[in-house]
Each structure stands twice: as structure tokens, then as C-alpha cells.
């Protein structure tokens, strides 16, 4: 078989992983031939590829990034964008194409399962989101680095008796805060999951001074807001970015600063904030994220000989399944509230 691969939306580490589990699962198993599409859709829309070769993409396992390439290009904002992807995959021949993305690029792999193109979907989201599996790669890597900013940021406020507020990415859920602010021993862990209330932080943070800790880290993910509108609304307008992508998503960023300005001002004590942003994308992939984007890849390509198009290679109880494409698309996966009852304890 002719195979295609594509890596659409952000970037983040385990994507060189499954596109080499790709290339050779296919090339050693079943004799395929794999190319790879350059900048995710994009790519497909105006006939970019390049075929890849096994031996090449043997060095690829801890390799952070994509060799592909990626965009955040939506075909079906295009004019006859499905249409034209149709004919630039018909152009090569590719038999089956293999989308490794999240909600935006496997929802375009899923209308276009429907209009008969041959997609198998891999799911790639940092922020742990996506339905239909308990993990995504990527996600490990991004919880151990943001673990590892918490635990210098803690020397440095404790140091200076400072509030350091960490803002780690999570547009919709806050998987990364959650656990990156369990792993590191955060006062206070703020998701989108939850509004806050800004005056009980705050009361919180001046318990704290009150017992003797002079210092406290606040993780923050993106997307979070205080429950308060008048607040949210000033929060939201603090972190206003570019006009919205192609589908539709305002870029955040910012609730940090906003939120250390707040407190200094509320509490008296001095804050600061770090943003990680791309931080948590970038470098190699921890060993679990290579296990796992592995284990991707190979399934992937076993789905494809299998036949089965239009659905999702997933983790479910440690075993890799495969859901159908339009059960893991459109509603993200919010953080477990009971997980945040595990940090309680250890909060404020």
C-alpha cells in the first residue's frame, strides 16, 4: 500500500515517534510505502510531500517536534477544500492516510472519513483533551517539564519570600496544571474546569504568610478564569491575542500576569509570573511519551490493513482500541474533578 501521514496542529513531543513507528511498521510488516505530507492539510491542499524512508526515519524515536512540519490549516475554510484534497491524495495514489492531530485535525479527518476518504486518526493534543483515550503523548513530557519550572521557581520565591504564579498551557481543560501543580507541591492549582474566586485565593495566600510559608507557587493553566464577570472580563481583555485560526481559536496567553498584578495589589505581597508557553512543546520526549506515540504508530498502521478507516487508535486500560472518529471529536475532556480532591489537601 501507498501510505500518507500527516502532523496537523500544534507541535509537541512523540510526533517524530509515531511517524517513524509508521514508516517502518508499515515498510517491515506489510511492504507499504509511506509519504509524508508537509505542514499538516496544508500539505494535502496544494500537493506537498515527500516519500519516507526506513532507514532514515529509524534515528527519529527521541527527536522532539515534526520533520513534516505543521499548520493549523482547516480545508474545509478553503474554497473546494475537500475536493482538493481528494485529488492530491488520488495524485499519488495513497490507499489509506494516517492523521496525527487533535480536535481540530481529526475533525477534519472525521468529515472527510465521511466523504469517503480512507483516514485513521492518531490523537496528539499536550493538553490531554481529547476524548476517547486515557492519554495523549506529549502530555507526559509537558507535565515533567512544567514539574520542573514549579520546583526552580519554589527556590527562588522561598528565597525572596515571593508569590510566583506559573502559567502552564490548557485551553479548555487543565490536565497540565492539575498534575504539574500536584508534582510540585503548588499552594494553589487554577483550570478552566473551575472559576475561581480571586478574594479566596487571596485569603488563602495570607493564611499561609500567617503560619510561617513565606512564599507561595500558583499554577495557573491558560484558559482559566475567576468566577466573577466583572474580573473575567478584565482577565479576558488582559489576555486578548491575534485574530482567531482557522478554526476559530483566539490565541491565550496571559492570565499570569493579570493574576499576579491582582494579587500583589489585594495582598500586599510581592508576585511574580512565568509564562512556559512553548516551553512545554519543545525538547525530547520523556520515555513513556516514546512507548506511547510507538504504540500509536503501530496500531495505526495495523487499523489500515485492517480496513477499518474512520476511526481513532486509543489507550483504554492500558491496551491499545479503536473508537470511531466522531466519538473522540467536538467535546474535550475536562479534567476529573476528583482529582483536584486529591490536591486539596495539600492547597492553601
Not at 14 to 41: C, E, K, Q, S
Not at 114 to 137: H, Q, R
Not at 151 to 162: C, F, I, N, P, Q
Not at 304 to 324: C, E, K
Amino acid at each position: 500500500m501507498r501510505l500518507g501521514v500527516l502532523t496537523g496542529g500544534g507541535d509537541c513531543p512523540g510526533l517524530n515517534a509515531v511517524i517513524r513507528a509508521v514508516v517502518i511498521t508499515g515498510h517491515v510488516r506489510y511492504g507499504d510505502v509511506t509519504l509524508g505530507y508537509l505542514d499538516g492539510w496544508r500539505g494535502v491542499l496544494e500537493g506537498r510531500s515527500r516519500v519516507l524512508d526506513p532507514v532514515a526515519s529509524a534515528g527519529l524515536l527521541g527527536m522532539g517536534g515534526t520533520i513534516l512540519g505543521t499548520s493549523r490549516t482547516n480545508p474545509f475554510a478553503q474554497e473546494d477544500g475537500p475536493e482538493r484534497v481528494r485529488a492530491s491524495l488520488a495524485a499519488e495514489r495513497i490507499d489509506a492516510l494516517v492523521v496525527i492531530g487533535g480536535d481540530d485535525t481529526l475533525g477534519v479527518a472525521n468529515r472527510l472519513s465521511s466523504m469517503g476518504v480512507p483516514a485513521v486518526g492518531v490523537p496528539k493534543t499536550i493538553d490531554n483533551d481529547l476524548s476517547g483515550t486515557e492519554v495523549t503523548f506529549g502530555f507526559h513530557t509537558a507535565v515533567q517539564t512544567a514539574t520542573e519550572a514549579i520546583d526552580r521557581l519554589g527556590t527562588t520565591a522561598e528565597s525572596h519570600h515571593r508569590v510566583m504564579v506559573c502559567e502552564v498551557m490548557g485551553r479548555h481543560a487543565g490536565w497540565i496544571a492539575t498534575e504539574a501543580g500536584i508534582a510540585g507541591g503548588a499552594a494553589e492549582i487554577l483550570v478552566p474546569e473551575v472559576p475561581f474566586d480571586l478574594e479566596e485565593v487571596c485569603a488563602k495566600l495570607k493564611a499561609r504568610h500567617e503560619r510561617g510559608q513565606f512564599f507561595s507557587i500558583l499554577v495557573v493553566a491558560e484558559g482559566a478564569l475567576p468566577a466573577d464577570p466583572a474580573l473575567a472580563e478584565s482577565a479576558g481583555r488582559a489576555r486578548s491575542g491575534a485574530a482567531p485560526d482557522a478554526f476559530g481559536h483566539v490565541r491565550l496567553g496571559g492570565i499570569g500576569d493579570w493574576l499576579a498584578g491582582q494579587l500583589e495589589r489585594r495582598t500586599g505581597f510581592e508576585a511574580r509570573s512565568t509564562t512556559l508557553g512553548h516551553i512545554q512543546r519543545g525538547g525530547t520526549p520523556t520515555a513513556f511519551d516514546r512507548v506511547l506515540a510507538t504504540r500509536f504508530g503501530v496500531a495505526a498502521v495495523d487499523a489500515v490493513h485492517d480496513g477499518d478507516f474512520g476511526i481513532m487508535v486509543a489507550l483504554s486500560a492500558g491496551a491499545m482500541v479503536r473508537i470511531p472518529l466522531r466519538d473522540a471529536v467536538g467535546h474535550p475532556k475536562t479534567v476529573d474533578l476528583g482529582l483536584l480532591e486529591v490536591a486539596a489537601p495539600f492547597l492553601g
